[in-house]
């Protein structure tokens, strides 16, 4: 068996180069709430990106592995997601 | 006639992933000047995968690649296991036949990606990675419809002839010019991933394997806890490649996260003896189209192409995701309809429509459709849960010698079938619709 680990465990055997200028993560917190999308994409990000604080969805751009799965699940216009600038983001050495 | 301006290339790919590079690699030795825009820093360093790549079409392209390519290991071994939360039953395949000709391959592709990309510098192709391409340049045509011709990262502006969409899954480049609507959440699911050192010995000792032989293993069951999608343990040669692949309605539904399923299936007992010891060097994660068939509409447009997963060509049998073979055949029958459409000197959508053909004629669309039903199957929620039980419940009853008269397999089965809610006419509807859809 293997040892159970958290997320940021996880995470930090993984290679990032973190754009300290820009998020590539933007909410609308009133849509994200009317329709469901903060508990849904809390729950789908398998880098734990998404939580809530204060009643409301904050997101910890720098952690967010890219894998498009937020913006899945997110109903439309609730999520403003895309990638990170040119060389900035997650930077696998395994894949 | 308006000035027009000079394109800077004939073809511009966008994405350095299977399908454009391979696209790439074609078209810039048909002699057409092709750039290959990469986001990461290096090819690859975006991209994860399961990791088996079926080998035979990139064989033709490059006869020998496996002996030359950063391949992990040659799969000559696939086990299938259903596991309930505290039992496993497996189906154990194995064939020497498989490593020659290579069948399949493990691969990583923050390894592999760069190596294929190689090729396609080494036939010319200009490769510009570090580049996120933002937009699509578009004019309206003659019909007044909007033809693309070129991309736009930043302030800097490319024109081309022709831009190839290679850009993966999330593709914002088919989607913004309307060539893929939003998918229903039942059409994606996301793979979770992680690479656990172990040492070469270890591996071949576990695995059943020796030398650069490899082993697959699929999971289903309660690996997931219910959750539409499986499990695999693929190996490489220091490493293994361990992952769940979770469909986001089910997921959603469920109210899980997706880390503690992913967590639930590194602690099963099923994978105990697997990855006792090893450590793990590197976690990810990727969307993974799982529409089938219905997933893959338009194809191509005024000046554009859509390629690999970007098009939603990927097939998930319940057992084995397929998108990286499939990637390499429509880059191949993209970059041909290119070469056809630039030397006719019409590329707009008709004259493009040489890709549509070809694809249909390759294994790619023939794949599509003879798999075309297996995601609607696979939404019946037997596969992940009653089925795993009712399996080992026959097994027990086979194995579990407990000083009682065994019976015959049927009875037993019988047996099993008389405590599992699955009912024989569910398993047989369900297994007669699983031919037909695999
Ligand atoms: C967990 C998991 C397991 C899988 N297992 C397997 C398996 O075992 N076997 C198999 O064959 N397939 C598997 N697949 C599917 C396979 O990974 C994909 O089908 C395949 O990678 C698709 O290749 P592609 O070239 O179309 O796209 P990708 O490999 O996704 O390449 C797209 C490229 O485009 C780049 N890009 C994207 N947007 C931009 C932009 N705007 N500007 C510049 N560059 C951009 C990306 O960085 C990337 O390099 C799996 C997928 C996942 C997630
Ligand atoms: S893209 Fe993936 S890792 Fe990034 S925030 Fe969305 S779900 Fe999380």
């Known amino acids: ?22 998020s590539h993560i933007a909410i609308d917190q009133e849509l994200c709430r009317s329709t469901g999308t903060d508990k849904a994409i809390i729950a789908v990000c398998p880098a734990g990106v998404y939580s809530e604080q204060d009643g409301r969805v904050v997101a910890d751009y720098a952690a967010c592995v890219e894998c498009g799965t937020c913006l899945a699940v997110a109903a439309p216009g609730a999520l403003r997601w895309h990638y990170p600038r040119g060389g900035f983001g997650v930077s696998y050495r395994e894949g | 006639m308006s000035e027009v301006a000079e394109p800077d290339f004939d073809v511009a790919v966008v994405g350095a992933g299977p399908a454009g590079a391979v696209a790439a690699y074609r078209m810039a030795s048909a002699g057409l000047s092709v750039v290959l825009i990469e986001r990461g820093e290096t090819p690859g ?35 299938t296991t259903f596991l309930t939360p505290d039992s496993a039953v497996g189906i154990d395949y194995s064939g020497q036949g498989l ?71 999330n593709s914002f480049l088919a989607r913004s010019i309307g060539l893929r ?19 070469r010995q270890t591996i071949e000792d576990r695995f059943g394997v020796t030398g650069d032989q490899g082993a697959a293993h699929a999971i289903v069951g309660d690996c997931t806890l219910g959750i539409g999608g499986g499990g695999f343990l693929y190996t490489n040669t220091t490493s293994l490649s361990v992952g769940v692949v979770l469909r986001l309605d089910d997921l959603v539904r469920s109210g899980r996260t997706s880390a503690e399923v992913f967590e639930h299936y590194l602690q099963h007992p099923g994978l105990a003896p697997y990855l006792r010891g090893a450590e793990m060097v590197e976690y990810g994660a990727h969307v993974v189209a799982e529409g089938g068939l219905a997933m893959v509409g338009e194809v191509a447009t005024h000046g554009m192409l859509v390629v690999g997963e970007a098009a939603g060509l990927t097939i998930n049998s319940g057992l084995t995701v397929r998108g990286m073979d499939l990637a390499i055949g429509s880059g191949l029958a993209a970059a041909d309809a290119v070469v056809e459409a630039l030397a006719a000197g019409d590329v707009s959508r008709e004259g493009l429509a040489g890709y549509r053909r070809r694809l249909e004629e390759s294994f790619v669309m023939k794949d599509m459709r003879t798999y075309g039903k297996a995601p609607k199957f696979l939404e019946r929620t037997g596969m992940y849960g009653a089925y795993g039980e009712l399996a080992a419940s026959i097994f027990h009853d086979v194995f579990a010698l407990d000083g009682t008269p065994r019976r015959h397999l049927v009875q037993t089965a019988k047996a099993a079938f008389s405590r599992s809610p699955v009912t024989l006419r569910q398993l047989v509807s369900d297994g007669w619709a699983g031919v037909r859809a695999l």
């Open chain 2, 181 to 199: 609507p939003k998918e229903p959440t039942n059409h994606m699911a996301v793979g979770v991933k992680a690479v656990m050192a172990l040492p």
């Open chain 1, 1 to 22: 068996m293997s040892t159970p680990m958290t997320v940021p465990e996880r995470l930090a055997r993984t290679t990032f180069t973190i754009d300290e200028e820009e």
């Open chain 2, 99 to 169: 490593a020659d000709p290579v069948n399949a391959v493990t691969v990583l592709r923050a390894k592999f990606d760069p190596w294929l990309a190689g090729k396609a510098e080494e036939a010319g192709a200009f490769l510009m990675p570090g580049v996120r391409v933002d937009t699509l340049l578009t004019e309206p045509g003659p019909d007044g419809a909007p033809r693309v011709v070129g991309v736009q990262a930043g302030d800097d502006q490319l024109r081309a002839r022709v831009v190839v969409a290679a850009d993966g899954v």
């Open chain 2, 45 to 79: 360093s975006k991209n994860l995968s399961g990791g088996v790549l079926y080998g035979r079409v990139l064989d033709e392209v490059f006869p020998g690649f496996a002996d030359e390519a950063p391949v992990e290991r040659r799969i000559t071994r696939h086990v």
